[in-house]
């Protein structure tokens, strides 16, 4: 076998563990410790390819959202499909995803929702083609929307974007241990559904 598939292997194997590790405590609860553990791999060897535990949770971070966007580029379908369709379908992608991987489920809530405090600029660059991706979304919805007239794409995009942020910090100041990946997609989708139509009952 070539040194390289060797390496190769062998930070797999890291990384299976860690997953795993993150998946199962969370950042602030996992350790190198255990991740080497799992796996039967010496620290000396975890620390060859990873200089610290914030390293490695990045790369989960950064595998989590890398393989969720492609996921929904390559199977979300919202050809022949009105906003509302559009959306339910969106969602439902996402939620296939995760139960497809569910490794990913607590690594995405906490990057997302409750990510360390000195983590957050390393992570909003980590899923900076996952945050694109979701804008390009919004654009195509709002292409089949009847939106006002005094009102740019990019203004209803940025509304969007931070009532997604209070969505989030509402999860921060109760002080939720863990995240119902499943309450926080359909808390998204019902913000999404109301800013969109308001709360006007529909003819």
Avoid: W
Wanted: charged share 35%; hydrophobic share 35%.
């Amino acid at each position: 076998m070539k040194r390289e598939e060797k390496n190769q292997m062998t930070r797999q194997r890291i990384m299976e563990s860690a997953l795993k590790e993150f998946s199962d405590h969370g950042y602030a609860g996992s350790s190198v410790n255990t991740i080497c553990k799992e796996e039967g791999i010496s620290k000396g060897i975890v620390y060859h390819y990873f200089r610290t535990k914030d390293e490695i949770y990045l790369a989960c971070v950064e595998e989590c959202f890398g393989k969720l966007t492609i996921y929904l580029k390559d199977h979300l379908d919202l050809e022949n499909k009105n906003l509302e369709e559009q959306l339910k379908s969106y969602f439902a992608a996402r939620l296939r995803f995760f139960h497809l991987h569910p490794l990913y489920q607590r690594i995405f809530c906490d990057a997302v929702i409750m990510p360390a405090d000195h983590l957050k600029d390393d992570i909003c660059h980590l899923k900076h083609d996952f945050d694109e991706f979701n804008k390009e979304i919004l654009k195509r919805l709002l292409l089949v929307a009847d939106i006002r007239t005094d009102l740019t794409k990019e203004e209803i995009i940025e509304v969007i974007r931070l009532y997604q942020d209070y969505i989030n910090a509402k999860y921060q100041m109760i002080g939720t241990k863990e995240i119902d990946l499943k309450a926080h997609e359909e808390s998204c989708y019902k913000a999404l559904t109301i800013l969109l139509y308001g709360i006007m009952r529909r003819k």
